[in-house]
C-alpha cells in the first residue's frame, strides 16, 4: 500500500513526479535563443518584475501570504482561490505559501514544510482556522477573520486584493535572480525606487526564496484537481527562505534614488528534508511599513548561468504502466515514457527502474525526438505477494553536454501491482486483527490504499473511550476506514487471501462493523465482493450506503469522529454466496468509498462454509448458544436430545475446545483460561452442522 508514513519518503528519494507548466517549454526556447558565445551562457525560467526597477508612479501589487497545512481539509481549495486571482491579475499578484500551525505538523514519515518565520507571520495576523490569508498585511473592515487582525478567510482575498491593486503606490520594486549552477549559488539582485513620500515609520525590504511543485501529502486535494498527479499534491509558491530575516531589513526611503540589494543564497540539497529542485526555485520581494503593511512587491526570473558548451534538456518521466493481470499474476513488464519537452532531440539518456525499493536497474535510450516521447520497457520481472511499488526516472547526469535543471519531472510512480499469496486456505478462514499495533496493517490481506488513512486501531488512538475498538467492544482492535480524512471519491479495499470452497455449500461472508455519520454527512459506502478467477471479476454480494442503511449508530457532530462508544453501536453482517459453492479458489474483498464522512471500523472478517453432504441442523434442532459474549462459560442448548459434537477455534483455525455429548439438549464449555475476542464454533450431529461465532470477554 501506499501510506503517508511510506510513500511520501520513496517519493522524496527520486525528488518527485510533478506536471510540468505549459508554458515553460516555450519559454525556454525563447530564452536558449539568447544564449551568448561566452564562457558562460545563461537563460531566464521565469519572468515577471525584472530589473531594472521602474521609476515611474504605479500601482500596488497585492502581496497575499497564505497560512496552510498538509492537513488542513479546505486549504487546497484556498490555494485554488488564490492562483485564480493571481492569473486574473497577471503581473499585480504575489502569492507565498507558508506552512504553518496544528494543520502543518507532519505525521510519521511525512515531510515537513514548515519553516521559522511562519509561526510569526501566522502569530501576528490573529488568525482563527485555517486556510487564512492575509492581503499586504493589512485589515480590511469587516473581513477579519477573527473579528480583528489582517487574518481573511479565503472568500475575502479576491475582494481584498482588488481593492490594493487599484491603489497608488509610493514605492516601485523589482528583483531578478541566476543560479550559477556550476558554484551550486543562487544570487538574488533587487532594486526600490520611491516615487512619493513614505510614512514616518521604519521601512523595510523583505526577500524571500519559494519553490513549486514540491510533492506531498495533503488533506481535501479533490477540491484542486490541477495540482494533483497520480495521487500526490504537488505544492505551489512555499516559502523555503527569508533571505532577509524575520522582518526584513530598514531600507532608506529618499526619492528618486535607484537602491540596490544584493544577495547570495548557497542552494542546500534539502530543507527540513525536502529536496529542493534549481528549475522550481522561485524569488519574491516586498516592501513593508514596519513589520505588518507591505506597500508593494514582486516576483521576477531566475536566469541559470551554465558552463560552455552545455544544454539544458528537460526531460520528463511518464506512468505508463497499466496492470491488467488480476492478482494472481507472477510477473510484469515495467515501462515508463520519456518526454522530451525540448525543441531539439535529445541523442542519449539514462532510464531508472527501482522496484519495492530494490536495487537501480538502469538502462541508456537514443534518440528522443524533440516535443516527442520514447516508452521504455524493462525486463519482466518477479512479483512478490502483496504490494509491489514501481518508481521510474529518467537522467542526463552521465552525459556531458547536458543539464536538466527541472529535475523534479524526472521521476515517475506506477500504481501499485497487487499479487495474493499461492497459498489457498481451507475454511473457516478469519480475519479479527488482533495483535496489530496501533496503524498496523494485517499481512495476511491486501490493503489497496494510496491515502495511508486505512490501518488498525485500538483503545490507545484516542482519550476516554469506555470499551475497546474491537468488534462489540469484545476485542482490542479494529480495522478502520477513515472516510473523515479521505478525498470525496476515493476507493480503499481490504482483499482477503485464497479459500477453498470446493467441498462447500451453504458458504457465507460475515463481518462486523461500527458506522455513525458526520453531522448531516451522507455518502460514505461500504461494500462486499466475492470472486473466483481471483480478482479479474468481481460480484457484489452486499453494500450500504450513509444516509441509506450504513448506519449503526447515532451520528456524531459535524467536527466530530465517530468512535464505537457502546457494543450496540456494532452490526454483524452475514452475506450468503452459495451461488460460489465447490469453487477451489475465493477471494473476498472489503471496498469503502469515502464521501468525506466519518471512520467506519470493521471487524470479524470470516468465510465459512459447510462440507457437502451435511446439511445444516434443521429447524427442530437449531442451536442457541448464550450468554454471547460469554466470560468463564456458555452453553449450546437444542430442542431436542441429539448426540453432538462441539469444536471451539480460533479464527485462525487452532482448536481450543472439543466436546462430545449424548443424548442430551443442553451442554456447557468452559472457557476459563481463553484469550478474549472471537471464536468459530462448529456443532456437529448426524443430521448436519451449524457453525456461528462466540464473543469470550473479559
Not at 170 to 190: C, F, Q, S
Not at 434 to 457: C, F, H, K, W
Not at 642 to 663: C, E, I, M, P
Amino acid at each position: 500500500m501506499h501510506a503517508y508514513n511510506n510513500f511520501y519518503p520513496n517519493v522524496y528519494l527520486v525528488l518527485g513526479f510533478f506536471y510540468i507548466r505549459h508554458i515553460f517549454p516555450k519559454l525556454l526556447e525563447i530564452m536558449k535563443k539568447l544564449l551568448s558565445l561566452s564562457i558562460f551562457t545563461a537563460y531566464s525560467v521565469v519572468g515577471m518584475a525584472q530589473l531594472p526597477v521602474s521609476t515611474s508612479a504605479e500601482n500596488k501589487n497585492a502581496v497575499l501570504e497564505e497560512f496552510t497545512g498538509i492537513y488542513c481539509q479546505f486549504c487546497p481549495d484556498g490555494h485554488k482561490r488564490a492562483k485564480d486571482f493571481s492569473t486574473a491579475n497577471p503581473g499585480d499578484v504575489v502569492l507565498i505559501n507558508i506552512h504553518t500551525g496544528g494543520y502543518a505538523a507532519p505525521g510519521a514519515g511525512d515531510p515537513d514544510f514548515r519553516t521559522p518565520y511562519g509561526a510569526a507571520i501566522a502569530g501576528q495576523s490573529n488568525l482563527a482556522g485555517y486556510p487564512a490569508g492575509t492581503m499586504n498585511r493589512r485589515e480590511f473592515t469587516g473581513m477579519q477573520q477573527n473579528g480583528s487582525g489582517t487574518a481573511m478567510s479565503r472568500g475575502d482575498w479576491a475582494t481584498a486584493g482588488t481593492t490594493v491593486i487599484g491603489e497608488s503606490s509610493y514605492a516601485n520594486i523589482a528583483i531578478e535572480g541566476d543560479i550559477d549552477y556550476a558554484a551550486n549559488t543562487l544570487t538574488i539582485d533587487v532594486e526600490t525606487y520611491f516615487t512619493g513620500a513614505a510614512p514616518g515609520s521604519t521601512v523595510k525590504l523583505n526577500v524571500a526564496v519559494l519553490q513549486s511543485n514540491i510533492p506531498g501529502p495533503q488533506t481535501g486535494m479533490a477540491a484542486n484537481p490541477t495540482q494533483v498527479v497520480n495521487g500526490v499534491y504537488y505544492h505551489d509558491h512555499m516559502l523555503r527562505d527569508l533571505l532577509t530575516g524575520q522582518w526584513g531589513i530598514d531600507i532608506p526611503t529618499t526619492q528618486n534614488v535607484v537602491n540596490s540589494y544584493s544577495y547570495t543564497w548557497p542552494i542546500p540539497a534539502d530543507i527540513n528534508g525536502v529536496p529542493v529542485s534549481m528549475g522550481d526555485l522561485e524569488i519574491a520581494a516586498f516592501i513593508s511599513e514596519t513589520q505588518q503593511v507591505i506597500v508593494t512587491g514582486a516576483t521576477g526570473p531566475v536566469n541559470f548561468t551554465l558552463p560552455a558548451g552545455v544544454s539544458t534538456a528537460d526531460l520528463e518521466a511518464v506512468s505508463t504502466m497499466s496492470n491488467n493481470g488480476g492478482y494472481c499474476q507472477t510477473s510484469i513488464t515495467p515501462e515508463f515514457t520519456i518526454q522530451n519537452n525540448e525543441s531539439f532531440a535529445v541523442d542519449s539518456a539514462e532510464a531508472i527502474l527501482v522496484m519495492n525499493g530494490g536495487a537501480p536497474i538502469s538502462q541508456w535510450v537514443t534518440n528522443i525526438p524533440a516535443n516527442g516521447t520514447k516508452l521504455v520497457t524493462f525486463p519482466s520481472q518477479n512479483l512478490v505477494a502483496g504490494a509491489n511499488t514501481f518508481s521510474f526516472s529518467t537522467s542526463v547526469t552521465g552525459v556531458y553536454k547536458y543539464i536538466d535543471v527541472t529535475a523534479a519531472n524526472n521521476n515517475a510512480s506506477a500504481d501499485d501491482v497487487y499479487m495474493v499469496s499461492s497459498t489457498v486456505n481451507n475454511y473457516p478462514m478469519a480475519n479479527d486483527f488482533e495483535g496489530l499495533p496501533l496503524g498496523g496493517l494485517p499481512s495476511n490481506m491486501i490493503v489497496e490504499d494510496n491515502t495511508g488513512r486505512l490501518y488498525a486501531v485500538d483503545q490507545s488512538v484516542a482519550t476516554g473511550l469506555p470499551i475497546p475498538l474491537g468488534g462489540y467492544g469484545q476485542s482490542v482492535t479494529s480495522f478502520r476506514f477513515d472516510f473523515a480524512t479521505i478525498d470525496p471519491g476515493t476507493v480503499s479495499s481490504l482483499v482477503s487471501e485464497k479459500v477453498s470452497l470446493a467441498n462447500a455449500n451453504g458458504s457465507e461472508v460475515q463481518f462486523d462493523y461500527a458506522y455513525g455519520v458526520r453531522g448531516t454527512s451522507t455518502g460514505d459506502m461500504l461494500e462486499a465482493f466475492v470472486s473466483v478467477d481471483c480478482g479479474q471479476n468481481w460480484i457484489r454480494i452486499w453494500d450500504a450506503t450513509a444516509g441509506s442503511g450504513l448506519e449503526t449508530a447515532p451520528a456524531t457532530a459535524s467536527g466530530s469522529r465517530f468512535y464505537p462508544i457502546a457494543a450496540n453501536n456494532w452490526k454483524t453482517i452475514s452475506a450468503y454466496i452459495s451461488g460460489i459453492d465447490g469453487a477451489a479458489e475465493v477471494m473476498i474483498k472489503i471496498k469503502g468509498t469515502s464521501a468525506l464522512g466519518n471512520a467506519l471500523y470493521f471487524d470479524n472478517l470470516m468465510i465459512d462454509g459447510k462440507p457437502i453432504g451435511l446439511a445444516e441442523i434443521n429447524a427442530a434442532e437449531t442451536a442457541s448458544v448464550y450468554p454471547n459474549p460469554a466470560t468463564d462459560k456458555f452453553f449450546v442448548e437444542l430442542n431436542e436430545p441429539t448426540d453432538f459434537n462441539v469444536q471451539l477455534s480460533t479464527t485462525t483455525g487452532q482448536v481450543v475446545r472439543v466436546a462430545d455429548f449424548t443424548k442430551t439438549t443442553k451442554a456447557e464449555i468452559n472457557t476459563n483460561g481463553l484469550a478474549k475476542g472471537v471464536y468459530i464454533l462448529n456443532i456437529s450431529s448426524d443430521n448436519g452442522t451449524s457453525s456461528q461465532r462466540v464473543t469470550i470477554a473479559d
